[in-house]
């Protein structure tokens, strides 16, 4: 396959690009978006076969219930990297092999409900905490260990929602390639 055609198989919507200001309409915008991602998803898979939901994005890519699965898993860590960032002082967060996870038997074969209903409650969670957040709190950053730079509050925001997006899109890519 020819490196444009995946590149647009892998990222869709292309790939985060950071805002020049975090203005407070953007932040409000991309909060939305996160609190409604969990509302989006559902609506994308929850009528299709474990047949379709075995069916990986691309060739060498996750099924759609592993990416369904594995943005339970990047959010999750995104919460608590929020509460450590909120409650340290700067601090070094825990890096995890995200393509190890989405390998481990609950991504393979779990159904999807249960995260469905846990990224509700997730979602909620993080767009009430996001939404509470002061300017002051907004600069904090956390230090991530793969990369050994700091990322603003403010930043993870932006991030997550394109994290979302991004996934939603490889959903919503395959069905249309295939039809569903």
């Not at 939305?32 to 990986?56: C, G, M, S, W, Y």
């Not at 092999?97 to 999807?112: G, K, Q, V």
Request: net charge negative.
């Amino acid at each position: 396959m020819e490196n444009s055609s995946l590149e647009k198989l892998r990222y869709p919507i292309g790939k985060f690009i950071a805002p020049e200001i975090y203005s407070s309409d953007y932040l409000t915008n991309k909060i939305a978006e996160i609190a409604n991602f969990p509302e989006r998803l559902k609506k994308e898979v929850i009528h299709l076969t474990d047949e379709q939901l075995d069916t990986p994005y691309r060739n060498g890519g996750w099924t759609i219930r592993q990416v369904i699965h594995h943005c339970a898993d990047s959010h999750m860590n995104c919460f608590i990297r929020i509460k450590w960032t909120l409650t340290e002082d700067k601090p070094i967060i825990k890096f995890y092999h995200e393509d190890r996870w989405a390998e481990l038997h609950d991504n393979l074969t779990m159904p999807i409900q249960p995260t469905l209903s846990f990224l509700e409650g997730l979602h909620f969670r993080l767009a009430y905490l996001m939404n509470s957040l002061t300017e002051v709190e907004l600069e904090k950053s956390f230090i991530h260990p793969e990369h050994n730079a700091a990322f603003q509050l403010k930043e993870i925001i932006g991030t997550y929602a394109w994290h979302g997006n991004h996934h939603l899109a490889h959903i919503t890519e395959l069905k249309k390639q295939k039809g569903w």
